[in-house]
């Protein structure tokens, strides 16, 4: 494996999932045992990529380079650099912890995780991809399972949320489509001469033809781009397939969701956009900051005013993702880490809270948070995990998601002040609604009718706990993972405000 | 006959005219077995019919590898031509005559227990075949005529196969009616093509267009009435009247071979109409001349976003599977149509893969309806509710028919549809590239309500969701028809290259 270990990654999961089909449904513990150790082997994987990636170097690594399609010189080229390395890892860990929260899965299970571990295969594709196509075709190949995921293991209005989350992801693939073959008629590989695929090629502004360096060619296709990408993280005011999306899902693919396919726009943005077009992303670059700030403020003033924890929690995304987009706006080396690093941060934190709200999900069978209340002495154990999650989630210090947002600040404040100081006032509301919440749900008097309930259970935790010791991890000590991403994306500053 | 240019016709070179030759007496073969021989089901004809295909595909495939065939083979003078183009589309036709013969066995609207002469249809799909076969060869306005309406005539008896059927026999009436109107339309427009040229064969009608001086006018109206024929045969909006009230009204085993066939056949009577006659070739001062008399690639251009449009839109609204099939059909035509703006190797290359795309996906979409209908005699969407999980295997089959046709990776339609996109973008035809995309996004909408009904949707509480059990060949043959499906979409080398030879050794006559 140690060659083809991106390969492996990808499609050991495919592999999983084929194997599926065929075992009878009746047989659900071998279903779900299957799933596992088909999501068990990437994850180990990742463990090996962990350790051998090379931190000094800004090169691409693990690379694998093979003729797909000649005649259109498509190729299958596949490799990581610190930018996709922390993604991958995130992917591979997340995804093996799903399956694990999904054992409760009742309702055909041989689908579900059959669908899933291809949604994995389509996630990790994407992070691996150096050819355009394929990154296209990975970025695609994840619709298919998402939307059965959420249509029909979903909640009482998933017919809906499903397919308008399929509509609004593919309105923006077909704009990058149209964007990729635009690139695609005119980079010219510089050994060939012919048209090209080739990320890294496509990277370097020499390869560009004439027409491709018409101002307003780029800013259109930069807007093609990153509408497209726009959808996926959600940037308002594309977000509205959001909130839908993640309440009908079942927790699992919430969390997939969340912690992986947003992070999958803004990975786009600084793989692709980025470096492709960066005269571009200087020029966008306060917008990118004030679109930044408005999902802050927009994401986190929606979820003060939600009913729903699940609701409140989706619209905590897309208030932590504007984190993101701010830290790279800058194009400063705190605010790039910092972004990245929230990139992470978010997957962790965000998949602790979807999976905290899973478990009284299941139990109560509703989230309806002024429906709670005193639930702290009744789920003691819950009630701390639960509260764990969200103080990470408004940046307790101590915790990841503070080192992440503090960097993100430092780095955005010399360049874009005003919008620094108001997107700061997010911190102030997001500590308003995570506290609220909890108050409501945990605290107060209890509410008899959930006397009954059981605390968290065995395998609840173990899908919480090891996302939490992540957490306070990286919040003491986040050096495991800036390492990973530091040179690649010193390397990206240099290109775009260089 | 030397007026009209026309060779008397030599033995010597129908050889290469076994595919057709062997179904024509197929036909005649199978029609005598089904009066001879009665039964329940008319065995013999099926088999007459599915032997005869695949001795006729056989040979077919065998020509692939005939050296000559890159000049191509002329027949009965210069009336048909087998080259390239005329080898590809000969495949493309026998297979889809074949999977429809397979798949109307196991029809109860074919075979059910009430229809007379069943075994009539077998021996029509045969002839079908045959006449779109020649509509793909024919290389002189003579023939081109001929070949269309034979294709058509086939076509009315096949769509009032039904004849106690109210909508089939109204289909089969439409049909005629909008069919004779249309052929009348394209005729003027051929005779004025003589009248200006004197010439019958498409080579000689370049020439004499080369040749000069040309009235601008005539050629404009020659040039839209003609499109205006061949737009009937394919369904491009505004002669795409007739296509939906059919394909619902038809046998769905006929819809199906309908939607693929005859307008696979438009398509390769317009690339070879237009290419050898009006097309800029090598010897690019002696033709600009003709290309500059009209704008035309507008005019394609217009019709084809229209009709993507449309298609699409009106699809949007039916209930009736088998009819949003057929809207999407049209909508179909102007993705295609696309590939023919500006008459480009490319854009002829992209047609020709997505026609066999098309071809796989499209039958696959028809042949679920009739899978389902013999068991719920309905192609109502309402009744499509749950039945994903009733037959599960049938039913993501479908699944990657609908995804396909919608154009996601990793299936086929993807691949299609990124050729035509490619193909038009390189030549800068920005709004129809945005107008397509776009398109496929509504696409999306009305392909995915029927994967809802099939998955998503919860059955009401009463309703019967016992498990479904399809005929064994219904398997077969929509795994022959998905498994490529999803091949090519991950895989598509040898197929592109299938489309690219067809192309390259067209025999254009400059």
Not at chain 1, 197 to 209: G, I, K, R
Request: with cysteine; proline share 4%; charged share 10%.
């Amino acid at each position: 494996m140690g060659e083809h270990i991106l390969s492996w990654m990808t499609f050991f999961p495919v592999i999983g999932a084929a194997v599926i089909a065929f075992i009878p449904s009746q047989r659900k513990e071998v279903i779900k045992t299957v799933a596992a150790a088909a999501a068990a082997v990437p994850l180990i994987l990742a463990v090996q990529l962990f350790i051998n990636f090379d931190r000094g170097s800004s090169a691409f690594q693990f690379v694998e380079h093979y003729t797909w399609i000649k005649a259109f010189n498509i190729e299958y080229f596949m490799g990581i650099d610190g930018l996709s390395v922390p993604m991958v890892l995130l992917t591979a860990f997340l995804s093996f912890l799903c399956i694990i929260a999904s054992w409760n899965i009742d309702r055909a299970p041989k689908g579900y995780f059959a669908l899933f571990l291809i949604l994995e295969a389509g996630m990790m594709g994407v992070f691996c991809a150096l050819d355009f196509f394929l990154f296209y075709v990975f970025w695609e190949v994840m619709l298919l399972p998402m939307y059965f995921l959420i249509g029909i293991w979903g909640g009482p209005r998933r017919e809906y949320a499903a397919i308008k989350f399929f509509l609004y992801t593919l309105a923006g693939s077909v704009l990058m489509l149209l964007a990729m073959i635009a690139f695609y008629l005119n980079v010219s590989d510089p050994v060939t001469g012919g048209h090209t695929f080739n990320m890294l090629h496509m990277f370097d502004q020499a390869n560009h033809s004439d027409w491709l360096h018409l101002t307003n060619i780029r800013h259109i296709i930069w807007i093609a781009l990153f509408i497209g990408f726009a959808i996926k993280v959600p940037i308002f005011p594309f977000h509205t397939w959001l909130p839908d999306a993640h309440v009908e899902a079942p927790t699992a693919v919430s969390v997939i969701l969340a912690g992986v396919l947003l992070k999958m726009g803004t990975y786009g943005i600084l793989r692709i956009s980025y470096p492709m077009l960066p005269d571009q992303a200087a020029w966008f670059s306060y917008a990118l900051a004030v679109l930044g700030c408005i999902n802050i403020l927009y994401g986190a003033y929606c979820a003060m005013a939600q009913s729903d924890m699940k609701k409140l929690v989706a619209y905590s995304s897309v208030s932590h993702m504007g984190y993101v987009l701010l830290g790279m706006s800058a194009m400063t080396s705190a605010g790039m880490n910092g972004a990245v690093l929230q990139m992470f941060n978010h997957g962790t934190i965000t998949a602790m809270m979807f999976l905290s709200v899973g478990v009284v999900y299941d139990r109560a069978h509703t989230r309806e948070i002024n429906g709670f209340g005193g639930l702290g002495t009744q789920m003691p154990l819950y009630f701390s995990v639960f509260s764990f999650s969200l103080f990470a989630a408004l940046g307790l210090p101590g915790l990841s998601g503070f080192v992440s947002e503090a960097m993100i600040f430092m780095g955005v404040f010399p360049v874009y002040r005003t919008v620094t100081i108001i997107s700061a006032l997010g911190i102030i509301i997001g500590a308003a609604y995570v506290l609220w919440m909890l108050q409501r749900v945990f605290l107060g008097p209890k509410n008899e009718k959930w006397d009954n309930l059981p605390d968290i259970n065995v395998r609840e935790m173990f899908t919480l706990v090891p996302i939490g010791l992540i957490v306070l991890l990286l919040g003491v000590y986040p050096m495991p993972v800036l390492d990973l991403m530091k040179v690649t994306l010193n390397n990206l500053i240099k290109v775009v405000a260089g | 006959m030397e007026l009209l240019n026309v060779n008397i016709p030599s033995w010597s070179d129908m050889g290469n005219w076994l595919p057709e030759a062997v179904l024509c007496a197929g036909f005649l073969v199978a029609l005598l077995g089904d009066m001879l021989v009665k039964g329940r089901k008319p065995a013999v004809p099926f088999v007459i019919s599915v032997f005869a295909l695949v001795a006729s595909g056989s040979y077919a495939v065998a020509s692939l590898t005939d050296p000559g065939l890159g000049a191509g083979f002329s027949i009965m003078g210069d009336l048909v031509v087998v080259d390239g183009l005329a080898a590809f589309f000969r495949i493309l036709f026998i297979f889809a005559g074949l999977a429809t013969v397979l798949f109307a066995w196991t029809s109860e609207e074919i075979m059910g227990a009430k229809r007379e002469n069943k075994g009539e249809f077998y021996a029509l799909t045969l002839l079908l075949t045959a006449a779109m076969m020649v509509m793909a060869e024919a290389r002189d306005i003579l023939m081109l005529f001929l070949s269309m309406e034979a294709v058509g005539l086939v076509s009315y008896v096949m769509a009032g196969y039904m004849r106690t059927s109210l909508r089939s026999t109204e289909a089969s009436l439409k049909y005629v009616i909008f069919g004779a109107v249309s052929s009348a339309i394209m005729l003027y427009g051929l005779s004025l093509l003589y009248g200006m040229t004197g010439a019958m064969d498409f080579a000689g009608i370049r020439a004499a267009l080369v040749a000069g001086p040309v009235n601008p006018f005539g050629l404009l109206v020659v040039t839209v009435l003609v499109i205006a024929g061949m737009s009937y045969k394919i369904a491009a909006v505004p002669f795409h009247f007739w296509c939906p009230d059919i394909y619902e009204g038809a046998p769905t085993p006929v819809s199906a071979i309908f939607s693929v066939g005859p307008k696979a056949a438009g398509f390769a009577l317009m690339i070879r109409f237009f290419y050898t006659t009006l097309a800029a070739g090598p010897d690019a001062a002696a033709s600009v001349g003709i290309i500059e008399v009209i704008n035309w690639p507008l005019l394609i251009a217009v019709i084809s976003a229209v009709t993507m449009t449309y298609g699409n839109l009106v699809a949007l609204r039916q209930n009736n599977v088998k009819r949003m099939l057929a809207f999407s059909s049209i909508a179909h035509v102007g993705y295609l149509l696309m590939g023919f703006v500006l008459l480009t190797p490319a854009g002829l290359q992209a047609i020709l893969f997505y026609l066999l795309v098309y071809t796989l996906m499209n039958l696959g979409a028809f042949f679920y309806v009739v899978a389902i209908n013999n068991h719920l005699k309905s192609e109502e969407l309402e009744d499509y509710v749950g039945l994903g999980f009733r037959a599960p295997w049938a039913g993501a089959m479908m699944v990657v028919f609908l995804a396909s046709l919608t154009g996601i990776p990793p299936f086929a339609g993807f691949i299609g549809k990124f050729y035509l996109f490619t193909a038009v973008l390189d030549k800068e035809w920005f709004w129809l590239a945005i107008v397509a995309a776009l398109n496929s996004v509504v696409g999306l909408y009305y392909y995915f309500k029927v994967v809802k009904a099939l998955f998503l949707t919860s059955p009401a509480a009463d309703a019967d969701t016992s498990p479904l059990k399809l005929h064994w060949l219904q398997y077969a043959v929509l795994a022959v028809l998905a498994i490529p499906t999803l091949v090519f979409g991950l895989y598509w080398g040898p197929l592109k290259d299938m489309a690219d030879i067809a192309i390259a050794t067209m025999t254009v006559g400059f």
